[in-house]
DNA sequence: AATGAATGAGCCTTCATTCAT
DNA sequence: GATGAATGAAGGCTCATTCAT
């Protein structure tokens, strides 16, 4: 039973990510949710109050994943460039096998709608204070020089998040995971890192 | 009588930019353009065809200027670091003094709607052209190492979106303007710019 | 397991009846039953054919109940004034200690759905013609002067009724005990009743 | 313009009356209401700010009319027996010149949802208040004994309104005028109307 | 018998667009 | 050109009823 129902819920909020991709939430129809999931238009109000909390639900549980998957990942690596690869990585790599998450994520990440924009904000915010983790760390551990972290954070994930917008415009793209080192070479100027010695 | 029909489509044009800026494209009746506006909606239909051709005319007026401006600025400047200095700084101080458009711009700039994304990527593809021929001239002229110029692109717009963004949404924000001189030292370093030695 | 099945048939009802007094027929969910009287949706419809159903039974169920127990005290007395004061006092005391109920009457005495109508005309009109035969007996005993038995009729239940309205609307109101004997004393001034000379 | 705006929210009210004596507020469809007044759907929210609206105005419009109507006529009558009449006969006759009006009063009269409640208190305690000032001013002029105003009210209107529920629901009803006069007899036994001897 | 998840018809309301004045 | 009343299509959501378990 509960199977079934975590089942369904999954499946309408996969349904909701393609749905949204195609045309953004406000243009979207929940009509056009449940047919994609293949459940009758009543039954998403089984398993989510309105249509807000549908897309809410979309960056609480998928974008929450995303991130507790990469806070595993970079406690697994010591140097600030490892820990500067693997995000890359994973971004790029999250989005380019979730295009419609990522199309969702383009779309909507700038919300203006209060209640939306509360929602997103909490995964959000967690992964720019990652982010802004391991530049601090490096810079405590001398691989970076004196810099503000949180501008350094806005040069990351605004690269990012521009490379995976350009991606998810684009007809035919370059794959994500070609601008890994490119962009890492420039992360690492940008940060005038130094190999650590020890 | 031309004179006072470009007056109304200006009227109009920033009455919906502030419309827009308010609760995004799709959330905004047409009637509000027209309440701030001080004309009649039917009115709005004498100088557009519909409600998406006013946000397609918000890009082509009001973006075309803002590059054609910062066209002129570059060609008075030699060094690349010159260069992006004028971009930063154009880029911040003309969001910072049109908020409301530095909104619309955040919100609608990422739009699957096909017809609407057509017409915001021809200022938005002159733009991005414009940083890369600042980066390509910095190759040519040595200050710069053999960079991917398209890569380097998606960082530096990236950046001063995610800035503009963060500045957009946060409540008391700090001044855009004073995220100019810690950018260009990350953008520096990402390029290696070096001084160039007459 | 009849007894079990009445059980549920009546605890059934007065959750209806208490759930109908909350918000009225039509805007009460099925499942406002069903959580009051602590079974499944489904269930009400193993009892009852329809919604609609529900609220007919109440009328035939509960109303029939208090219109033979009226009929049974009524026999018990021999006078037109006591007939009228078991009428009246009998009416407010069974609201009064049905307020539910009351309000139900209340709201949907006066429904034009056809079906339903009809359902609550049988046990209203046996109440019509018990207070219709009460003053009837009083003509032909000459304790009441030849009056239309219909008219009458009207008074003395659009006055019971439009008190209980009253009651039942009213925050904090009197109770409507108080109300008998004054209420009393205009229906004999009405009937011109003579108290019965041997 | 503004006699045709009028007109137009009139021809509203006046289709809403209808339908809402079709089948009663909640079961009647907004575009029955058009359907009937013969505009578009949208238009009624020109006029209405929703359907509970419409249902408001009915009662403050054509309630309240029927009230200064009655003020009126009472006005120019001296004795209660007059005063009486002239309550009952306007009653009936207004009830039966606007047979659907006095369905949708009898329906919608006892309305449990706070908000319509309360607009339709407005204009009933009103014509509660005009009832009782007229048994009030007897009392005064010793045409009517010491009697509780409040008890004699809940009769006269009860009545009335009994009488005009079993006319509304009648298939071949009675004339209402023709319960005038056996009504007023039953009224001036119960208030003990003395003839005012001069 | 009992359950409650699922269904889908139906309704209120919004709003882009038109057109008579 | 300018107006704004009128239109009607479209969509979010509710809820009576069914049916597999």
Known sequence: MEAQREGKFDR????????????????CPVSRIAQLAGVAEGTIYLYFKNKEEVLIQIFQERMGAFITNMRGELSREETTEAHLRTIVRLHFSYMEQNRSLAI????????????IRQAINGPLLEYFHLI???????????????????????????SLDEATTDWVLARNPRTLMSAVEPLLTLFKGALRLKNRTI
Chains 1, 2, 3, 4 share one sequence.
């Open 12 to 27: 309408i909020l996969d349904a909701a990510i393609d749905a949204f991709a195609e045309s953004g939430f406000y243009q």
């Open 132 to 158: 802004e983790e391991v530049i601090q760390q490096g810079i405590e551990r001398e691989e970076v020089p004196q810099t503000d972290p949180w501008v350094a954070r806005q040069m990351i994930f605004g």
């Open 104 to 115: 969702v994520s383009q779309l909507e990440l700038r919300q203006s709608n209060p209640r």
